[in-house]
């Protein structure tokens, strides 16, 4: 297969279909050119990550941990992970809109941490394919550099992985990809050194290339600093060595920093020098990222410092001349360990070091070199002590002429591992056809309109909805049950069902040779259809959401609710927006695309008809509205919360029924006599003046009750807030200067209105008692009944349970 003929493979997997890609080459094939190239041209949604800093800047991403905030150390299988996961919404809207995830430098990503990736993608798609549906394109080449995995992190995840490669991972094992190997070398042109190198590569080489190869070996090399070569070695403590060496040779002051190290930080984890010595003109590598909001270094970036004072050292970027001033950072070292009973991978961060995040930099080590290219370099590779070492270092140059060898390179330095020979053959299997293609992108487009077509999702957000209005029902307005129930039969009836039957009917147009998009009788069902659901979700369905109200005096339910109508509404709309764009006929990219851009543009129309009161007292909405305000007025005046005064369900209810009368009003749940009395006639007038009367139409209710003493009349009100605040009725009287007789008073009447039942005053074998005596005795008085009881029970006892048994008649 040509090369062209491979890159428009591996550009139409990507593009087309919904296949998992797993493209590799040998270093300098045009793979990170690829991955730009589909930046650029694919109108999918996508994120690019890699696994370290170095790496995800030369892919024009962030690093694999920052965007799904995976926890540093081993993901085990079937433990809980406490760290991360804390996203905001502009990530979860991203992670939701995804439709290709691209993993650059793959080789050095552990099989547990996709597996991490798999977990996010899953739980905020709310999808259970493998990663959450997401396409991956993984791009390396597996002869480079492999994952670090410590002993201790190996010992909790070999029981659970064959292989800590990125193939060992669980979720990658449940759904195919196809491999394609890129042959054709971009980064060398010199056929003599491309060859050295695959022969490297794929560990064949003989001793006649190595001795080629060990030609370049120049004893006692020693370029200036104007040659601009870099040296690569294998080891710290040898790039250390030359890097001493350097900054001896220049003039200047010699600046020494001492790092701050507490508790345990074994020094061979040391992220740079426990003493950074450095002078005016020394060649330097950041070695940590810069989190804060002006990032303005990223680890493996390289400069010369220019200055330094007593706080700070300036650095002189190479790549763009800018100018950064560094300050000390932190690490931390953490240890990780399984907890047997609660299976969770425990954290605890047992020391830290405090320096500059620099390094000396006219040596750095081949693991920091992956993914970069040098005109010029250094190679001291002989004491290769991994897979690929050699091949990642040599790979760097540009040419065999600008490669010099530090010492000359054994042939037992080029390491060899039976898991990647083995890996590496069953890609050779794995590489797709035209056929393949087309058969990729018939499946692509056949589940893009299934899931065009289901109102699945819809369906269980509806119930959602209507599980925390029955559950919360005696807070919540009553419109908002009726209006929930007309949704889900509409939705069931018109939507569920129709879409069903649409999608029975797939399968004989899937049938046809022609893929779905070019299928015209196919594509004329679906314009009709999108005809019908569009006006369904238009004129009935969103506006049915949209008349829903939430309002309720109990926050945290508030908020449950909102949370569950917000997610309806975004995936009606959504639903609306992606039947718009087959209105003309299906597309799957602009399928694709409007779906996206309805999760990323949705505004809840909803919480814009809602009528709410603001928290200082002005109110919008009509009678509504005007009701909240003389309600919250109230309440502010006697330091008491508005439901107290009046349940924001009755206030619902009373600018929906609009009683014009005190008859009238004691139809309205919530209003017994009492608060007829109480508010009646401040209620009336409100009404009657929204409705454009002067003056309200007040009828007596027949047996009013005493004149109460307080003049505003909601003095039981209060007695109730504080009641539920969870004071006792003792603590009531005391703070409001009243008797407990009183307060005991109030609380039967907000038992007699059903504001609070007598379960939340008397402890059931008390309530048995006295509701048991009246069964059997059918007393007249309160009295009889405290004789018949005795000193068992109060006078308040009785008249609580009585006023219980009456309200339920």
């Not at 059931?764 to 069964?775: F, L, N, R, S």
């Amino acid at each position: 297969m040509s090369l062209n003929e491979k890159l428009n493979l591996a550009h139409n997997f990507v593009v087309h279909t919904n296949r998992n890609i797993f493209l590799t080459g040998k270093a300098g094939t045009g793979k990170t050119t690829f991955l730009h190239q589909v930046k650029q041209l694919s109108a999918k949604r996508l994120a690019v990550v890699a696994p370290t800093g170095v790496a995800a800047i030369n892919a024009g991403g962030v690093t694999i941990h920052s965007l799904f905030q995976l926890p540093f150390g081993p993901l085990v299988p079937g433990t809980v992970q406490r760290e991360g996961r804390k996203f905001n919404r502009d990530k979860i809207n991203l992670l939701r809109t995804l439709d290709l995830l691209v993993i650059d430098e793959i080789s050095m990503v552990r099989a547990d941490v996709l597996d991490g990736i798999d977990d996010v993608l899953r739980r905020y798609r709310n999808r259970p394919d493998p990663f959450g549906g997401v396409q991956l394109l993984l791009i390396g080449d597996m002869q480079q550099l492999p994952p670090v995995i410590r002993d201790d992190d190996w010992t909790l995840l070999s029981p659970h992985y064959e292989t800590g490669y990125f193939f060992g991972s669980k979720a990658l094992r449940r759904t195919p990809y196809v491999s394609i190997e890129l042959t054709h070398i971009y980064r060398q042109s010199d056929e003599r050194f491309i060859s050295l190198l695959n022969s490297i590569r794929e560990k064949t080489v003989t001793r006649a290339q190595l001795d080629d190869l060990n030609q370049r070996y120049v004893p006692d090399f020693s370029p200036s600093d104007d040659e601009g070569y870099i040296t690569l070695s294998t080891h710290n403590t040898t790039a250390q060595q030359i890097n001493s060496q350097k900054l001896q040779s220049l003039k200047g002051r010699l600046h020494t920093f001492t790092a701050v190290i507490e508790k345990e930080f074994p020094t061979h984890a040391y992220p740079t020098e426990a003493e950074l010595d450095l002078k005016v003109g020394a060649q330097v590598m950041f070695i940590k990222n810069d989190i804060s909001r002006e990032k303005l270094y990223y680890n493996g970036k390289i400069g010369r410092v220019t200055e330094i004072d007593d706080d700070l050292i300036y650095v002189k970027s190479q790549q763009d001349g800018e100018v950064i001033p560094v300050d000390r950072v932190s690490w931390e070292n953490i240890r990780y360990t399984l907890d047997s009973s609660t299976k969770e991978i425990k954290a605890e961060v047992i020391g830290t070091f405090t320096q500059y995040p620099l390094k000396l930099a006219w040596a750095i080590t081949i693991h920091k070199s992956q993914g970069l290219t040098f005109a010029k370099a250094i190679i001291d590779a002989s004491a290769a002590f991994t897979h690929g070492q050699v091949y990642v270092a040599l790979s760097r140059c540009k040419t065999l002429d600008g490669l010099v060898l530090r010492t000359p390179i054994p042939s037992h330095s080029i390491k060899t591992e039976q898991t990647l020979e083995d890996f590496h053959e069953q890609v050779q299997q794995q590489t797709p056809t035209e056929q393949h293609l087309h058969d990729a992108k018939r499946t692509n487009q056949e589940n893009l309109l299934q899931e065009l077509f289901s109102f699945d999702q819809a369906h269980s957000l509806i119930y959602r909805c209507r599980r925390v209005a029955t559950q919360y029902h005696s807070i919540l307005a009553d419109e908002l049950h009726t209006n929930l129930e007309q949704l889900a039969n509409t939705q069931s009836t018109k939507a569920h069902n129709v879409a069903r039957r649409f999608i029975q009917q797939l399968p004989t147009y899937f049938g046809s040779d022609s893929l779905p998009e070019a299928n015209q009788p196919l594509q004329e069902r679906i314009r009709k259809a999108s005809a019908y659901f569009r006006t369904l979700l238009a004129d009935e369905l969103l506006p049915l959401v949209h008349q829903c109200p939430t309002d309720c005096d109990n926050k945290q339910v508030r908020e449950l609710l909102l949370e569950a109508m917000d997610e309806l509404e975004k995936e009606l709309f959504a639903k609306r927006q992606s039947f718009e764009s087959v209105r003309d006929g299906f597309d799957a990219l602009v399928y694709l695309q409007a779906r996206n851009r309805a999760e990323l543009d949705f505004q809840p129309e909803r919480k814009k008809n809602e009528t709410t009161a603001t928290s200082d007292g002005a109110a919008k909405g009509g009678l509504y509205g005007a009701l909240m305000k003389w309600r919250n007025d109230l309440a502010g005046e006697y330091s008491t919360s508005g439901y107290m005064v009046l349940p924001q369900k009755t206030v619902h209810e009373l600018s929906r029924v609009r009683p014009t009368t005190t008859a009238e009003l004691l139809t309205i749940k919530g209003f017994g006599k009492t608060k007829v009395k109480q508010i009646g006639e401040d209620i009336l007038r409100i009404i009657q003046e929204y409705a454009g009367h002067t003056t309200p139409k007040v009828q007596k209710a027949s047996k009013e009750p005493k004149p109460a003493k307080d003049p505003k009349g909601v003095s039981p009100a209060i007695t109730l807030a504080f009641f539920r605040s969870g004071k006792s009725i003792a603590e009531i009287a005391a703070e409001r200067g009243l008797a407990v007789s009183t307060i005991e008073s109030h609380l039967a009447q907000s038992v007699s209105m059903g504001d609070i039942s007598v379960e939340d005053l008397l402890p059931p074998d008390k309530i048995a008692a006295i509701q048991t005596y009246i069964d059997a005795n059918e007393p007249k008085t309160l009295g009889e009944i405290r004789a018949g009881l005795g000193n068992e029970v109060t006078y308040s006892e009785i008249r609580f349970v009585y006023n219980a048994l009456r309200s339920a008649e």
